[in-house]
């Protein structure tokens, strides 16, 4: 089947029923999308599809429509993303595990709203954990990435 992943058409050789979290991970090559929980409890298989935040530890393959956006798509280590440059600079990885399901769901909800509300940044990311407990820094990022913008 074919996907566009990261702005690039991929063909990959999969039962449709496969999550998309292995097809990108297993097939595609691309590590930066991690398994979790695997009942789309935790977000740290967070991918955008259309620019809209997906578990796809639990989303087949087969019933993907529309460009899939990995952690590997938003940024380069030459280029970061604003949102990755807020990360460092805020500090907020520690383990560092639930940061690519994090930084995809922060860059879609600043899509969403250039200049979110705290409780605004609160829901977009409730579904993301992070075992580390680094939610002010993840918050502060946010705000950080979203000010970097209007500039």
């Known amino acids: ?8 058409s991929i063909t990959i050789e999969a ?3 496969m999550p998309l979290l292995w097809a990108l991970r297993d097939l595609a090559g691309l590590k930066g999308t991690k398994f979790g929980c695997g009942v789309a409890a935790c977000g740290a298989c967070t991918v955008l599809i259309d620019g809209v935040p997906t578990r796809s530890c639990v989303t087949p393959v087969g019933d993907v429509a529309g ?4 952690i590997e798509g938003i940024g380069t280590p030459e280029n970061l993303h604003v949102v990755q440059q ?3 600079d805020e500090q907020v990885p520690q ?14 909800l600043l899509a969403e709203r250039p200049n979110p509300s705290d409780a605004d940044i609160d829901e977009a990311m ?7 407990g680094t939610y002010p820094r993840i918050r502060a990022a946010i705000r950080r990435a979203a000010g970097a913008r209007e500039v």
């Open 15 to 17: 039962d449709p029923q």
């Open 95 to 108: 383990c560092g595990y639930c940061q690519s399901g994090q930084i995809l769901a922060a860059v879609a």
């Open 67 to 70: 460009e899939v956006t990995t």
């Open 86 to 88: 807020a990360w460092i």
């Open 1 to 8: 089947m074919q996907l566009t992943v990261n702005g690039r």
């Open 126 to 132: 409730s579904g993301n954990l992070c075992r580390c």
